[in-house]
């Protein structure tokens, strides 16, 4: 069979009916047949593109008119959501935002999964979908002499200066203001990526939700910081909340943000927040979850499906810091958590100690090598969990999670493509995916959590 040719050419214009949702926020149309991903377009609308990329099996455009809009699409309140990455979905009710998300993990499951039947619950979203963030890492550009700050604009690394951000917290728009201001007085030079030159890269805020402590992180070029007694001084007079000012090393040429090395400029090395009523310590490497109210649903719902009595083991795998493991201690008779990042399994033992957690134990390595192993020992457990990358899970650690054979695998999945992947797999392998919750941990953006319960079939 000959493969279709593309019936368009970078730099066309035309119509089409956008009939689908892909999983970075884009509407997805056809004409004549061929795939065509438009950012900004929504499910239903007709709409008139300009043809931007060409490839062998789809097309890209970028959005001109709107010719049939969908109903509930609405004025984003952002003045920078169209220039600005962070957001994808701000041009559409919340309400209906969520039922796309639906969708999508319905067709991921039907479509990758080859799952259908399977009880897919309402996406569970928030009450206020705005100012949610508890951690934001700023990049720093100047432009006409000025010192910007801000988030990169889609598809490349160049700063679009925002004054206001409507899903971070509000103390982090004035902050970043704030630092502007005093970098700009100070004249401390700007990281420029292009010739890897300057000082500053980066600022990365953390607050403490429910402690109300604040972090600061500067990411520089190199060890010397440029008058930071002073920068140092002008924060904590300013913002009298902050608890801790630190210093990252970053002299690489990365896109990666953080370095390896901080350096405490004052005040204390973590800041600490809870979810539940488990307390964390979290350092500017720490992998917290970014939006503490909707974490706690997340986890609450693993905790549910994990249906735990007290008298079961429990393995977490991809554990990070520990947060679920510690998350179900109280429930569970023994908790394993596995994590391959030095730094997160020492945070893990701390905030077990921090909570006079003593069930639960943390070992250092890969999932997908510690899992068969310990299958190839004997080991049982009642229940596995596992919160892994987006990439999901390695298939040595399904096969090993499938001879362990326990009764209940609840899979925590921040990508529905590769959770359906993976639950083709188990569903092959002698477990049945028996409901799923989703869970908005983003709002205004394309990205969707899910939960999903597996049963053992017998």
Not at 110 to 134: A, C, F
Request: net charge neutral.
């Amino acid at each position: 069979m000959m493969k279709q040719k593309p019936p368009v050419q970078k730099g066309q214009i035309i119509e089409c009916k956008v009939h689908g949702f892909g999983h970075s926020g884009t509407g997805v149309g056809r004409y004549e047949g061929f795939a065509v991903f438009v950012g900004g377009a929504l499910p239903g609308e007709q709409v008139r593109i300009r043809i931007t990329k060409v490839k062998k099996t789809f097309a890209e455009g970028e959005l001109l008119e709107v010719l049939t809009a969908h109903p509930e699409r609405i004025e984003p309140i952002c003045p920078h959501f169209d220039s600005c990455g962070g957001c994808q979905l701000q041009h559409i009710s919340y309400t209906e935002e969520l039922k796309l998300k639906h969708q999508q993990v319905v067709d991921q499951l039907e479509r990758i999964g080859l799952l259908q039947d399977v009880t897919i619950h309402p996406v569970k979203g928030m009450e206020n979908p705005w100012s949610y963030r508890n951690k934001v890492q700023i990049p720093l550009s100047t432009k006409d002499g000025k010192v910007i700050a801000g988030f990169y604009q889609l598809g490349t690394h160049q700063v679009v200066d925002m004054e206001t951000c409507f899903i971070q917290n509000e103390l982090h728009t004035e902050l970043t203001k704030k630092i502007k201001t005093i970098v700009e007085t100070l004249r401390i030079p700007i990281y420029d990526e292009t010739t890897h030159t300057g000082i500053l890269r980066h600022v990365l805020l953390r607050q403490g939700v429910h402690t109300d402590e604040l972090m600061v992180v500067l990411v520089t070029n190199g060890v010397k910081l440029p008058h930071k007694e002073t920068l140092v001084t002008e924060l904590r007079r300013s913002f009298p909340v902050i608890t801790s000012i630190q210093q990252n090393i970053n002299t690489a040429r990365t896109n990666v943000i953080l370095g390896k090395e901080n350096k405490l400029l004052w005040g204390m090395p973590v800041i600490h927040d809870t979810i539940g009523k488990i307390r964390f310590a979290i350092s500017p490497h720490s992998f917290f979850q970014v939006n503490p109210t909707q974490t706690e649903v997340l986890y609450e719902q693993a905790k549910t499906y994990a249906n735990l009595s007290g008298r079961e083991i429990v393995i977490d795998a991809y554990c990070g810091i520990g947060s679920i493991s510690l998350y179900l201690a109280d429930k569970a008779r023994r908790v394993y958590g596995m994590e391959i990042v030095p730094a997160a399994i020492e945070d893990a033992k701390q905030n077990a100690a921090l909570n006079k957690i003593k069930n639960a134990h943390f070992e250092l390595g890969k999932a997908e090598e510690i899992l068969p192993k310990w299958q190839e020992e004997g080991w049982y457990t009642d229940v596995i969990v596992v919160d892994p990358p987006r990439k999901g899970c390695e298939e040595a650690f399904l096969e090993a999670a499938s001879k362990i054979r326990p009764e209940r695998i609840v899979y925590v999945s921040c990508n529905p493509a590769t959770f359906a992947r993976d639950a083709k797999y188990l569903s092959e392998h002698g477990y049945h995916l028996q409901e799923v919750q989703p869970v908005d941990m983003f709002p205004h953006t394309s990205h969707i959590e899910v939960v999903g319960l597996f049963t053992l079939q017998v």
